[in-house]
């Protein structure tokens, strides 16, 4: 989810970035049970009862039902959806691509602790999918990753659109066709607040841009298109398409910026494997 509201940057506290660690723990619990789950025949509004059942159980609470009015605890963008794709009735078809965004929060010390983070999956398995739909996904969750790894050395939020755009521009040249980089929605600051300041964008841009400091807690989320990154948006107001059919991939973490490097609170290792290409070892609370 992407609507942003200004004001100042929010840096945490040790002790508090380790609230976040438990949010995002239960969202990472989200992920596993919908990756078992989303099989063919499943219908997205029954996983979103998959993620709700994970919520509860894990006494955290869901910060995407009644966001804005959200009906739902998760979004399930299939194929051509972009974000923001409502659970309904739609029942799973071998091969669809479907991105998974999920949240929930904890309350400790008084305050409300975010958690956010998103994935795409191939209902079947890889081998039920098309060789692009694969390098999609691979090419999203590969930005992510190369944006992360940038927030350990990077001096602003700006290095993490231009790592975006480098992995996308290397990837094009490989297989011959670019992806296309949405734009209208972006990554965040989270932490008392879901969604918070400042802006992450997945896309390099001129001018100052705010700096990395530590106790930052930002939400990197590459949004990539196979063909054309114009969207629009359906008369309810929260699924977004392509303009052009083409498929849609998402991947999310939310990252803490720590005096001794980055933290990679949404996955289960700190974000180890991700990181280990860029030669970087993550900050393990």
Known sequence: MGRLRRNQIELKTIDQVRHMRRADMVVASIHQALRAAAKPGVTTAQLDEVSARVIEKAGAKSNFLGYYGYPATVCISVNDTVVHGIPNDYALREGDLVSFDCGAYIEADGKQWHG?????????????????????????????WAAIAATATGSTVGCVGDAVEEVVARRAVENGWEAGIVEEFIGHGIGTKMHMPPDVLNYSVRGRSPKLQPGMVICIEP??????????????????????????????????????GVCVLSAPDYGAKGLAPYGLIPVRL
């Open 223 to 260: 949004i990539l298109t196979r063909g054309s990154a114009r969207t629009r948006t359906l008369s309810d107001d929260w699924t977004v398409k392509t303009v052009d059919g083409s498929k849609a991939a998402h991947w999310e973490h939310s990252v803490a910026i720590l005096p001794e």
């Open 116 to 144: 956010d983070a998103a994935f795409t999956t191939i209902v079947g398995g890889d081998s039920a999918g098309s060789e692009e739909d694969r390098m999609l996904s691979a090419i999203t969750e590969e930005a992510m």
